[in-house]
Nanobody, 121 residues
Framework: QVQLVESGGGLVQAGGSLRLSCVASGSIRSILDMGWYRQAPGKERELVATITSGRSTNYADPVKGRFTISRDNTMNSVYLQMNSLKPEDTAVYYC???????????????WGQGTQVTVSS
């Protein structure tokens, strides 16, 4: 069974920084295209950033210049460095992506359980 496990959320003051981590565990050879999403109370889940297996990145406009997505393929991990945090960044952050299983199957649309990020003003 393949799981995405996030960590690194917490409470931070506006202007502060947090680094989220997501590790893919289970019987996999590698992770594929990955991304981070977030969902604030009463709002729909939205894309934050993506990174392809070739390390091309894409960011939502509200986080451009403040957040950086990266990956470590040797660790089957993806990260989200969040700087200059604002109260409106408060949300549950979810890791999403795909993986190549040891048996050769491609696994898509994997989601983590989410990690809470709260930014106080």
């Amino acid at each position: 069974q393949v799981q995405l496990v996030e960590s690194g959320g917490g409470l931070v003051q506006a202007g502060g920084s947090l680094r989220l981590s997501c590790v893919a565990s289970g019987s996999i050879r590698s992770i594929l295209d990955m991304g981070w999403y977030r969902q604030a109370p009463g709002k729909e889940r939205e894309l934050v950033a993506t990174i392809t297996s070739g390390r091309s990145t894409n960011y939502a406009d509200p986080v451009k210049g403040r957040f950086t997505i990266s990956r470590d393929n040797t660790m089957n991990s993806v990260y989200l460095q969040m700087n200059s945090l604002k109260p409106e960044d408060t949300a549950v952050y979810y890791c999403h992506g795909g993986a190549l299983a040891l048996g050769g199957a491609f696994l898509h649309n994997l989601w983590g359980q989410g990690t809470q990020v709260t930014v106080s003003s």
